[in-house]
């Protein structure tokens, strides 16, 4: 008989993950939330075709600010997927995402991790720390000889730390390479 580890869960809009939860579908639309009328249309085809949660990119505050109208017209929980601004994190979590996918080590240092980690816990919203090969810290790149899958998990967990460190743990980890 073999142990089972289970992680913790977080709840997305509704649908919980981990924790031994059943998989969940997400998928990404190609247009930014600002387009409202065709992210929606994507979103609700998504949904027809059995999507659990849907990711959009926010490049800008308008696609923040936009997640409010998107999120009222659609049926599942939707991600603000977010690059280099934790400003934009902060907007999308007050416009009503139902979880905020970064990277925190692009977003400028702790004082920009505490920002987020302060607006997701306010908003109650979990946290997708994504990385990936092209993502990994340079001290865990120098470390293990390049773009490692030893690199890239201690560069994702180092990134957890830095949330767990301002007080927020409800936090999913996505890695890839």
Known sequence: MTDKKY???????GVRMGGGAPVSVQSMTTLPPSDVDGTVAEILALERAGCDVVRVAVPAERDADAIAAVRQAVHIPVVADIHFDARLAVRAAEHGADKIRVNP????GENKVKLVADAVRAHHIPVRVGANTGSIARAFYERYGGRTAEALAESALGHVRLLEDC???DICISVKC
């Open 7 to 13: 992680t913790r869960s977080v709840v997305v809009g």
């Open 105 to 108: 080590g692009n977003l400028g």
């Open 167 to 169: 007080g927020f743990g």
